[in-house]
């Protein structure tokens, strides 16, 4: 490979980013992140993810880490426009079939600084910031990269063999590909109000959500000292209407009650819209599109982050295979094939809480004064809430499925603990794994471990195997990912089926317990100049975690992030 040629570079250097480049430095694959910006960006926007999510950050390293800032979330409580309590919803802080709370609070940059310093472990990957990034052009084995040193002025250039956009909703990557967002017909504008304060609140410490067409709000504790709220503005209200603490105080005080107004520190207030929209296409050859660049959910289910977390992982390591020869490069296809649909559906019910929550007028609020009472009573209505458990990805090249029956392929393997005291992914750790009730012979043996998979025996009475019982099925194909390839009584077949990991020197040794490595000296390559294909300007930045006036990040067009 000629070596001016980066195997990835990403663009934009926020959570999807950064997830991105450190699931392939697991594998070994050489990485250049290209940032806007230089370092974290300090403003929060990103509140919640969920227990899909707590799995990708183990799989990080930082797992651990994270758990030192984030506040599991109780629960869900509707409440009418008088703060009485509609309905609630609880989840069990200990977790469920991910292995960790499914709604963990959190503050976004100091999760973008657990991600950047994890980074350090990695030689293979390098962050360089106040990097514009101002055109991309397709060559004939690899893209070519124009960037703007933001301190000196001067241009540079560089290529890779894959380039991924993580530059945000103003993603300059996905107009360079010539995709467009597609309006999925919801919009509504939002106070987003981030407070600090030592007084304890003395609140329920789950989400509030206040179901009221006039004004619609939402409560959360996100930190030891950190609150935010989210109010819908009415007609003609802008963020500037609510300059200080003094202005704010009448929608917060029904949660601060008592507290002094001295004691309460505004971190921010701004002004959002919340959209749902999802880009046409994902991917033009060598050139894909993740996170907030291909994607804009409302915040009521918290899937704004969530969404980017997942599309990095789905994709990273197909693209390492196939860096790597071991999967045909048309297998990426399946990045998009198997993350649209997901994004879409999850995006779709997200407007669906969204409008139960805040839509209807009088009416409606007298049907959530009926009906909210009495969720947890509907059948199977509070487990799928509360499950943890996203929709199954669709059939496809990586997914086989039957036609008549779902079953468990496309879905994520229960990150349940092991007789061994550890979990699921621990023992996966970035592998293709068969789980199995059924004993292999030595052949299946050899063929898996050949392939660098690993085999996980279902023991009669645990877990597992009450998970591939109840799917009535005896084994189960898993991805690098987490994901159900296909399952199956016929270990051979399985086997076969597996990708070849073997050549990556990450498998086997999950990373939190690898040894920090040296960083790597900044790249300093600098192709011949060739004419590229310039980005029209007034598309705006492309990196990740900005400020109202310049949407970059997962998180800042759906900046709560709530959950249900």
Not at 49 to 68: M, P
Not at 99 to 111: K, S, V
Not at 224 to 238: A, D, V
């Amino acid at each position: 490979m000629n070596s001016s040629i980066v195997p990835v570079v990403i663009v934009g250097a926020g959570p999807t980013g950064l997830t991105a480049a450190t699931l392939l430095a697991q594998y070994g694959i050489e990485v250049l992140v290209l940032e806007r910006w230089d370092g974290v960006f300090p403003q929060p926007r990103a509140v919640h993810l969920d227990g899909e999510i707590r799995r990708i950050l183990a799989k990080l390293g930082i797992g651990t880490a994270f758990d030192a800032i984030t506040r599991p979330a109780l629960g869900l409580r509707l409440l009418d426009r008088d703060q009485r309590v509609l309905g609630q919803i609880d989840r069990d802080p200990a977790g469920g079939r991910n292995g960790y709370p499914e709604a963990n609070l959190f503050d976004q940059p100091e999760l973008e600084a657990l991600l950047r310093a994890n980074l350090e472990h990695h030689r293979s990957v390098t962050v360089r910031g106040n990097v514009e990034v101002t055109a991309i052009a397709d060559e004939t084995d690899c893209v070519r990269i124009d960037y703007t040193d933001r301190l000196t002025g001067s241009a540079g250039t560089t290529r890779a063999r894959y380039l991924l956009g993580c530059d945000g909703a103003n993603s300059l990557v996905r107009a360079a590909i010539g995709a467009r967002m597609q309006d999925m017909r919801f919009e509504q504008r939002w106070l987003v109000v981030d407070v600090a304060t030592t007084a304890e609140l003395g609140q329920w410490e789950g989400v509030h959500q206040v179901c009221d067409p006039e004004r619609a709000a939402t409560y959360m504790r996100i930190g030891k000292t950190r609150y935010r709220w989210e109010f819908r503005l009415r007609p003609g209200e802008t963020a500037d209407d609510y300059p200080d603490v003094s202005r704010l105080h009448p929608l917060i005080r029904p949660w601060t009650a008592d507290t002094p107004v001295e004691e309460l520190e505004v971190v921010r207030v701004a002004e959002y819209t919340f959209r749902a929209q999802a880009a046409d296409r994902w991917q033009r050859g060598r050139v894909f599109i993740l996170g907030d660049a291909a994607h804009l959910t409302p915040p009521f289910i918290g899937q704004g982050l969530c969404a980017g977390l997942r599309d990095a992982a789905n994709l990273t390591w197909k693209l390492a295979a196939v860096l790597a020869g071991a999967l045909p490069a048309d297998r990426l296809d399946t990045y998009e094939a198997e993350r649209k649909p997901h994004a879409r559906s999850m995006i779709r019910l997200a407007k669906l809480i969204g409008m139960i929550m805040t839509d209807g007028g009088e009416l409606g609020n007298r049907l959530r004064g009926v009906l909210a009472p009495h969720l947890h009573r509907i059948p199977g209505l509070t487990a799928q809430i509360t499950s943890g458990e996203t929709p199954p990805l669709r059939r496809g090249g990586l997914v086989t499925a039957p036609l008549l029956r779902r079953g468990l392929a496309g879905r994520l393997v229960p990150n349940c603990r092991l007789a061994d005291g550890r979990r699921v992914d621990e023992v996966i750790a970035g592998r293709y794994a068969v789980i199995t009730t059924a004993a292999p012979t030595t052949a299946q043996r050899e063929c898996i471990e050949q392939r660098g998979g690993i085999l996980l025996a279902a023991e009669h009475g645990g877990e597992l195997h009450r998970w591939l019982r109840d799917a009535r099925t005896t084994a189960a194909l898993v991805r690098p990912d987490g994901t159900i390839q296909r399952t199956g009584s016929k270990l051979t077949q399985l086997c076969t089926d597996m990708v070849n990991l073997h050549w990556s020197a990450a498998n086997g040794t999950p990373l939190e317990q690898h040894e920090p490595e040296a960083k790597r000296p900044p790249s300093t390559r600098n192709p011949p100049e060739q004419r590229p294909i310039p980005i029209p300007e007034c598309l705006g930045k492309q990196s990740e975690g900005g400020d109202p006036g310049n949407i970059r990040s997962e998180g800042d067009v759906d900046a709560l992030n709530h959950f249900v």
